[in-house]
């Protein structure tokens, strides 16, 4: 399954479209920014779906997606995060060590609609 596939069918079809339109650097968002969005349409569908509901707020989950992503891809991408892969550590493993916040953000509308 794609990145990006189960936050496309959480959000509908506004967040299918900003997640095929081009960034202000001419592409879509990156993989990275897909997986933070799958996460987070499992862990909180309502409020993906909310904040789907409206172009702007699509525009300000897409943009705190992108942000977090970047953080994760830093995290993962690094030369640590090789060396502990390669003594058997997961990514969610480096992920959950790494003390970035993983859920989506409470600046965020709609806070606590799932759990």
Do not use: I, K
Request: charged share 30%.
């Amino acid at each position: 399954m794609r990145a990006g596939h189960y936050a496309r069918e959480v959000g509908g079809d506004e967040l299918r479209r900003a997640l095929n339109a081009p960034g202000l650097d001419g592409l879509p968002p990156h993989r990275f920014t897909r997986l933070v969005l799958d996460r987070w349409a499992l862990e909180e569908p309502n409020r993906v779906r909310l904040l789907c509901a409206d172009p702007v707020r699509v525009e300000w989950l897409l943009d705190a997606a992108q942000d977090q992503g970047d953080q994760e891809r830093e995290v993962l991408t690094s030369l640590e995060a090789q060396h502990r892969r390669e003594a058997g550590e997961l990514d969610t493993d480096l992920l959950a060590t790494s003390g970035l916040p993983l859920g989506m953000p409470d600046s965020l509308p709609f806070r606590h609609m799932d759990g």
